[in-house]
């Protein structure tokens, strides 16, 4: 009997994009809140004039699969390397290697954008997705460890029988939680705030086959953007109503970790604040602002993550 505690993923980069690898154990990802979505369609009525009442057949269009989970923002096992490389890379991030850091940064819009074999796997049957890429957000709050929200999609694939395989999880690293001992820094423009959330998402939206006679999923063009709460500093210190008032755009900054192979940096070299609220922090008074990453007119860098 197929249980609900058997549903997991794994995803493989492919060597060819949009043609299938094998996964094997290895491949496993470690994700949490997981949504399996094993057949996704758009449901047409037909509406055909027939001369009588009732409902009628639906048409299925643009059928694929996909799915979304979190993986936490944790730091290679061995290496800078993360173990979710391959989920940056299908969602249009280039890895490269910098004096032996692992840094992503957007890729160019005429890049292939790598593609993935999704294995859904939940106790009862498989299904082995190709051509798969997503879009991805980053959380950060305090007291609890920062994730990676991946959003993926691929071409449907029709199901096989599930065949049972032991996953060993004990070597993926886990990442750290947000606390005073293990951030290193929170800075816009240089100057430290006093954070309790922090978050971007990339602003695309995969659709599959977006063409009829061309295959493939495509991410949609790009807009990062985020947000975050901090203490509101005084006027002295820092005069974001001004600053929001008038555009300015500042280097945002957020480290986690303080060990060398354990450190995870995500820079922006232009963001833009805008006022979203006064908040209680605990009693001090706090302020939410969303923030628009902006590049700088080499393009393609509004933002880097890189382990350290």
């Known amino acids: 009997m197929a249980r609900y505690a058997q549903r997991m993923i794994r995803e493989k980069l492919e060597t060819v994009p949009g043609t299938a690898e094998n996964t094997t154990a290895a491949d496993a ?34 059928i694929h699969s996909g799915a979304e989970y979190d993986v936490e923002a944790a730091f290679g096992a061995t290496t800078t390397v993360p173990a979710y490389a391959h989920l940056l890379q299908s ?22 954008i790598p593609t993935t074999t999704l294995q859904l796997r939940n106790g009862a049957l498989m299904q082995n997705v190709a051509g798969v890429r997503g879009a991805f957000s980053f959380t950060a709050e305090t007291g609890r460890k920062p994730f990676f929200r991946f959003n993926r999609r691929g071409r449907y694939a029709d199901p096989v029988p599930f065949v049972a395989s032991a996953h060993d999880f004990d070597g993926w690293p886990r990442a750290l939680t947000c606390t005073p001992e293990n951030m290193f820094a929170f800075t816009l423009g240089g100057q430290h ?28 063009p790009r807009r990062v953007t985020g947000g ?16 929001i008032k008038n555009g300015v755009t500042e280097p945002l ?56």
């Not at 969602?91 to 292939?112: R, Y």
């Not at 959330?197 to 061309?214: E, H, I, K, L, W």
């Open 29 to 62: 990802i470690l994700g949490r809140n997981v949504t399996l979505r094993n057949l996704e369609a758009e449901y047409q009525q037909q509406d055909f004039a027939i001369g009588t009442e009732g409902a009628q057949g639906e048409d299925l269009n643009n």
């Open 91 to 112: 969602s249009g991030m280039a890895m490269a290697d910098d004096d032996g850091d692992t840094i992503f940064t957007p890729m160019p819009e005429d890049a292939v």
């Open 193 to 220: 705030f006093c954070v309790t959330s922090f978050n971007f998402t990339d602003g695309r939206n995969p659709q599959v086959d977006a063409y009829m006679n061309c295959e493939g999923t495509t991410l949609g």
């Open 228 to 243: 975050m709460t901090v203490k509101w500093p005084g006027l002295a210190t820092k005069d974001i109503l001004t600053q």
């Open 253 to 308: 900054v957020w480290t986690l970790g303080r060990t060398a192979g354990q450190i995870i940096q995500i820079s922006a070299p232009k963001v833009q604040i805008k006022y979203a609220g006064e908040q209680d922090i605990n009693g001090d008074l706090g302020v939410t602002l969303d923030l628009v990453f902006q590049p700088t007119g080499a393009g393609n860098d509004e933002i880097e993550i890189r382990y350290s």
